[in-house]
């Protein structure tokens, strides 16, 4: 299978994982939502790694493990402020601000990891964040929504990281083996805020419609996970994240028809600026 198509699996898993996240995480605590979908995770991540035949840690340096750590950690981090945002606002909002990760991603690339940046690849970086920038209404914002769009930011900037730090660590590492190994840090990250919290606390009063949905999206981002790492380790990371992140438009398309969110002009034209500015920075 060739990277683009894996890519293209990837992004529509992850525009279906922000839908039912949305509707898993109503009435539970972000830490705690976070945390379970990771269950489903690690469980899907490791059944992938013995159904495929890659468990071999021999072909794993200290290098590998360091970087797909540091992966794991940036990606707890991530998903964290992004279910604080999807606690705070609606999914068709908080998915353009984290899709704008791309933009910082290529310009990590290309410090980090010394892959070209051209002129499309800038203008096309310049049109992500300028499409994420107009989602924000800050006169919602002051209407029970403040601080929101600070949560999904922060989560942009992990993702970002997490594409970079991943990058280096699946070197000479099956893609499978690769995303099994973060997320066990992933887990172990997201429980243990969530017992330091108390959080815990909170699993009792859950209703089996959110461990239903969250568990779907758990296995969404299982799915899109698998089929990302595959596709970086055949393709630059300043390929491969244009097309995951084109999974916005979709994303909105979906909140519209199942969580009824409106799909209002100003989101529109970011939508547009966005995956266009995706797809712009096919051109390197």
């Known amino acids: 299978m060739t990277w683009w198509v894996l890519a293209l699996i990837s992004a529509a898993a992850a525009a279906a994982t922000g839908i039912l996240a949305k509707i898993g995480v109503h009435g539970v605590p972000s830490n705690l939502a976070t945390a379970l979908r990771t269950v489903v995770v690690i469980v899907f991540a490791w059944v992938m790694v013995l159904v495929s035949g890659q468990l071999d840690f021999s072909v794993l340096s200290g290098r590998s493990l360091l970087f797909l750590g540091l992966s794991g950690i940036a990606t707890g981090l991530s998903w964290l402020a992004y279910f604080r945002a999807l606690d ?10 984290d899709k704008s990760s791309l933009g910082l991603t290529i310009i990590l ?60 660590g699946i070197e000479g590492v099956p893609s499978n083996l690769a995303t099994a190994l973060r997320t066990v840090v992933v887990l172990v990250f997201a429980w243990g805020i969530v017992l330091a919290r108390h959080e815990h606390r909170a699993l009792a009063s859950i209703s089996r419609r959110s461990l239903l ?11 899109s996970w ?29 909140a519209a028809i199942f969580l009824k969110e ?12 966005i995956t266009g500015g995706a797809m712009l920075t096919l051109l390197h």
């Open 109 to 168: 690339a290309g410090v980090v990891l010394a892959e070209p940046i051209g002129l499309p690849v800038a203008i096309g970086a310049a049109l992500i964040v300028a499409g994420a920038l107009i989602t924000i209404d800050w006169s919602r914002s002051a209407k029970g929504e403040r601080g929101w769009w600070v949560f999904a930011a922060l989560a942009a900037l992990f993702a970002a990281a997490t594409a970079i730090l991943a990058k280096i």
């Open 262 to 273: 409106r799909i209002t002009l100003r989101l529109a034209i970011a939508v547009v600026l």
């Open 213 to 223: 949905f969250l568990g779907l999206s758990g296995l969404g981002t299982g799915i």
């Open 88 to 97: 705070l606002a609606p999914a068709s909002r908080v998915a353009p601000i």
């Open 226 to 254: 698998l089929c990302y790492y595959a596709a970086l380790s055949l393709a630059p990371a300043s390929s491969v994240a244009p097309i995951d992140k084109a999974s916005l438009a979709l994303t909105i398309v979906l």
